[in-house]
């Protein structure tokens, strides 16, 4: 059944207005609930502000020192520092740097493990939180203490590109340890998307490989040895672990932020003169060649958190919504991308751009293997009568990637 309405609209910012404008309601048991507009929304529109329930920067992300607010995400490089590390290019200058907003002299540390916050008021929130539980202190460095030898565990079974974290699963815990009410605090983690059995092997599969059984094994062992709790038992033995596990696996909503982005789009904004424009427009272009080469695609501050509210948007190829961080922190903004009714469900898309272009059985290999579901929106269904053809590019991608698969696997081996 769908949460309470007080739940489900609790962690977005104006709640009382949001739950004016949309709805969460139960559809049947195939697809859970669903978000659906109360009143007209019109393109463009911000649909609700949300902040999550629990987030982690993740493992590896975090290693290779992509600095971001231990609370709120927010990437704590100012752009240039940021562009001097991703370009390897220690003496660059950014032009404009009025235009990037990271303010170093507010951030501050925690006094007891120097973990790094963007504000006195981040420091705090996740003092009252969750951190009072997870904070090591002097053994902030200690490779033996329990919570370390969990995070290692997890960066030896999950390499980047990086898709969820353990210590997500840590932060629930230390959340209900922390709250006031802990029965209430353990109800709203109830109320996201729970799976079967068979479904939770597929995810721990997806996330931890060919041997997940053993290593699903090991983490819950490293994890009771560092959170066990009493009031969270269930959470700590097998069942309940793959369970904790699986629930992370497919609500986990991916979170970037990047103070380069940040200034490159108020870049753009910029009222210039073309010949100026037009020299910075190609700064920034060589600059992101100088990044490709250096860096990669790994740009940003990357982390995952567990968003009520937003946990309620099914997929369609052909979404009316989507999701984005505009604040350059863990604030989700859900955003029109069209008209919208009311009584219409809104949805956002589990795929990417590239990805919804291609056929329809295509997309559905992407979610079957990703999301273990078979997608029935109008798109598919409008397309279930067709020759269902698969290009030649999207069978050599996923040659590709299936090849990459078993190259992966005889070097596990």
Same mark, same amino acid.
């Given at each position: 059944?769908?949460?309470?309405?007080?739940?489900?609209?609790?962690?977005?910012?104006?709640?009382?207005?949001?739950?004016?404008?949309?709805?969460?309601?139960?559809?049947?048991?195939?697809?859970?609930?669903?978000?659906?507009?109360?009143?007209?929304?019109?393109?463009?529109?911000?649909?609700?502000?949300?902040?999550?329930?629990?987030?982690?920067?993740?493992?590896?992300?975090?290693?290779?020192?992509?600095?971001?607010?231990?609370?709120?995400?927010?990437?704590?490089?100012?752009?240039?520092?940021?562009?001097?590390?991703?370009?390897?290019?220690?003496?660059?200058?950014?032009?404009?740097?009025?235009?990037?907003?990271?303010?170093?002299?507010?951030?501050?540390?925690?006094?007891?493990?120097?973990?790094?916050?963007?504000?006195?008021?981040?420091?705090?929130?996740?003092?009252?939180?969750?951190?009072?539980?997870?904070?090591?202190?002097?053994?902030?460095?200690?490779?033996?203490?329990?919570?370390?030898?969990?995070?290692?565990?997890?960066?030896?079974?999950?390499?980047?590109?990086?898709?969820?974290?353990?210590?997500?699963?840590?932060?629930?815990?230390?959340?209900?340890?922390?709250?006031?009410?802990?029965?209430?605090?353990?109800?709203?983690?109830?109320?996201?998307?729970?799976?079967?059995?068979?479904?939770?092997?597929?995810?721990?599969?997806?996330?931890?490989?060919?041997?997940?059984?053993?290593?699903?094994?090991?983490?819950?062992?490293?994890?009771?040895?560092?959170?066990?709790?009493?009031?969270?038992?269930?959470?700590?033995?097998?069942?309940?672990?793959?369970?904790?596990?699986?629930?992370?696996?497919?609500?986990?909503?991916?979170?970037?932020?990047?103070?380069?982005?940040?200034?490159?789009?108020?870049?753009?904004?910029?009222?210039?003169?073309?010949?100026?424009?037009?020299?910075?427009?190609?700064?920034?272009?060589?600059?992101?060649?100088?990044?490709?080469?250096?860096?990669?695609?790994?740009?940003?501050?990357?982390?995952?958190?567990? /968003? &009520? %509210? !937003?946990? #309620?948007?099914?997929?369609?190829?052909? +979404?009316?919504? *989507?999701?984005?961080?505009?604040?350059?922190? /863990? &604030? %989700? !903004?859900? #955003?029109?991308?069209?008209?919208?009714? +009311?009584?219409? *469900?809104?949805?956002?898309?589990?795929?990417?751009?590239?990805?919804?272009?291609?056929?329809?059985?295509?997309?559905?290999?992407?979610?079957?293997?990703?999301?273990?579901?078979?997608?029935?929106?109008?798109?598919?269904?409008?397309?279930?009568?067709?020759?269902?053809?698969?290009?030649?590019?999207?069978?050599?991608?996923?040659?590709?990637?299936?090849?990459?698969?078993?190259?992966?696997?005889?070097?596990?081996?």
């Amino acid at each position: 059944m769908a949460a309470p309405v007080d739940d489900m609209f609790s962690f977005c910012v104006d709640p009382g207005k949001v739950s004016t404008g949309v709805d969460v309601r139960f559809i049947n048991h195939v697809k859970g609930k669903g978000l659906f507009a109360k009143k007209s929304i019109k393109k463009g529109d911000a649909i609700f502000l949300e902040r999550p329930l629990v987030s982690a920067q993740f493992l590896w992300n975090a290693l290779y020192k992509y600095r971001a607010c231990e609370y709120c995400l927010r990437a704590l490089e100012t752009a240039e520092e940021n562009a001097r590390r991703l370009s390897g290019i220690p003496g660059l200058s950014l032009p404009h740097p009025e235009l990037c907003h990271v303010r170093p002299e507010l951030h501050q540390a925690c006094p007891h493990c120097q973990v790094m916050y963007c504000s006195s008021e981040c420091r705090q929130a996740a003092a009252d939180e969750y951190h009072r539980v997870l904070c090591l202190g002097s053994s902030q460095d200690d490779p033996d203490h329990p919570i370390n030898k969990l995070k290692d565990a997890w960066r030896s079974m999950h390499y980047p590109p990086e898709t969820s974290s353990i210590m997500l699963m840590a932060r629930m815990v230390a959340a209900v340890k922390q709250a006031k009410d802990k029965a209430h605090c353990q109800k709203l983690f109830s109320h996201f998307c729970s799976r079967t059995d068979n479904e939770e092997e597929q995810i721990a599969h997806k996330l931890l490989g060919d041997k997940f059984r053993g290593q699903l094994v090991l983490l819950q062992s490293f994890f009771k040895a560092a959170l066990h709790d009493d009031h969270l038992s269930r959470w700590f033995v097998p069942e309940g672990f793959r369970s904790l596990f699986a629930l992370v696996g497919t609500n986990g909503q991916g979170i970037g932020t990047s103070s380069l982005s940040r200034w490159v789009h108020a870049c753009d904004a910029l009222q210039l003169p073309a010949q100026q424009k037009e020299q910075l427009d190609s700064f920034i272009d060589q600059l992101y060649k100088d990044i490709e080469k250096e860096t990669g695609d790994f740009l940003n501050c990357e982390g995952s958190g567990l /968003f &009520l %509210l !937003q946990s #309620s948007c099914n997929h369609s190829c052909i +979404p009316n919504a *989507e999701a984005s961080f505009p604040d350059n922190n /863990f &604030l %989700l !903004q859900l #955003s029109a991308l069209s008209d919208i009714n +009311p009584g219409e *469900e809104i949805c956002i898309s589990y795929l990417d751009c590239c990805q919804r272009d291609r056929s329809r059985h295509s997309r559905h290999k992407v979610l079957r293997e990703n999301y273990l579901f078979v997608c029935s929106c109008p798109k598919c269904i409008s397309q279930m009568d067709e020759l269902d053809v698969t290009s030649d590019e999207e069978e050599e991608a996923e040659g590709e990637a299936e090849g990459d698969e078993m190259e992966d696997e005889m070097t596990d081996v």
